[in-house]
């Protein structure tokens, strides 16, 4: 599901939301949002939660609200105020030039306030405590950087960037460059790989679809969060015996050029439906199942709706 998270609620209020609407145990998502943040949050149900994890590592976009004249704790409007100082000097240019400076592959520091690890415990613990530690950069790609809207003291922008993006250290990164405090206002999720806010659900439109019995109408196929992936399909016996999570010992090498150098494949039977995924061995001779969705003999799957099978 493609759920366009409201402001005040936690990523784990999402979940509960939606394990409560749907009646499903197994819930996850796919990547955390604060409760400062919105927009979308990509959610698994039933056996799909086995591939919510590939989204981890696909492009993200954001637009990122940016306030000049204080500079918080936190890095962003929720923290107690550090610093604050004249803004009134900076003009739309100096922003630019600024923002210039974190396209392409850039380090960055994480913020104090976030659920990073330090000695087993977390950054936000420690920093509540009035902790401070040492955090190492962390290799970032910032895919696009682009000012959207200037109305001082606040300016907007719009990121697409990697895995591993603080918002709010790019929002006080930029304070850095200009010489006046900066913290981030606000962090609305446009984009997690092909989920895009455009065709997102809010928690009331789960709510409403409930009470109409059209849940089925929001929910994608298992299969949307890996489109990326190359997709082999199978004959009936390799699908029996991927299920049960033998490997498959065939020549693949006619398939090189279309697997595109990945070793992670889609699988399906021949009548089109959704197996899971495997990898593939060097020299493209052995497929591996390590993800196999789950299907019930009569054709029901974790969610009790029909597949084709």
């Known amino acids: 599901m493609n759920i366009n998270k409201g402001i005040g609620w936690t990523s784990n209020d999402v979940v509960r939301k939606i394990r409560q609407i749907f009646k499903q145990r197994k819930v996850g998502h796919g990547g955390t949002l604060d409760p400062i943040a919105t927009g979308v949050l990509p959610i698994s149900l039933g056996s799909a939660s086995r591939l919510i994890s590939s989204l981890l590592d696909s492009e993200k976009s954001y637009v990122i609200t940016v306030t000049m004249g204080t500079s918080t704790e936190t890095y962003d409007s929720t923290g107690k105020v550090l610093h604050s100082g004249e803004w009134g000097l900076i003009e739309e240019r100096d922003i630019c030039g600024a923002i210039s400076k974190f396209k392409g592959k850039i380090q960055q520091i994480p913020p104090m306030y976030s659920a990073l690890r330090y000695q087993g415990r977390r950054l936000y613990e420690i920093a509540r405590k009035g902790g401070i530690v040492k955090r190492e950069p962390r290799n970032i790609t910032i895919t696009s950087i682009k000012m959207i809207n200037y109305n001082p003291p606040n300016f907007t922008l719009d990121v697409t960037c990697s895995r591993g993006f603080y918002a709010r250290s790019l929002a006080n990164d930029i304070g850095i460059i200009l010489k006046v405090p900066t913290h981030m206002s606000a962090l609305h999720r446009t984009m997690t790989g092909n989920f895009k806010i455009e065709h997102s659900y809010s928690i009331k439109d789960c709510e409403q679809a ?6 089925d109408d929001l929910i994608l196929p298992a299969d949307y969060t890996v489109q990326y ?20 010992k065939r020549k693949f090498h006619h398939n090189v050029s279309f697997f595109e150098n990945k070793e992670t494949i889609r699988l399906y039977d021949m009548h ?11 020299d493209k001779t052995i ?19 029909k597949i084709n099978v």
């Open 272 to 282: 089109n439906t959704f197996l899971g995924l495997a990898r593939l061995n060097e």
């Open 287 to 305: 497929l591996r199942p390590f993800k196999i969705m789950h299907y019930s003999t009569d054709g029901i799957n974790t969610l009790g709706r």
């Open 229 to 248: 992936l190359p997709k082999l399909s199978l004959t009936d016996n390799e699908s029996r015996m991927v299920c049960h999570g033998q490997s498959i």
């Open 210 to 215: 409930l009470l109409m019995n059209q849940l």
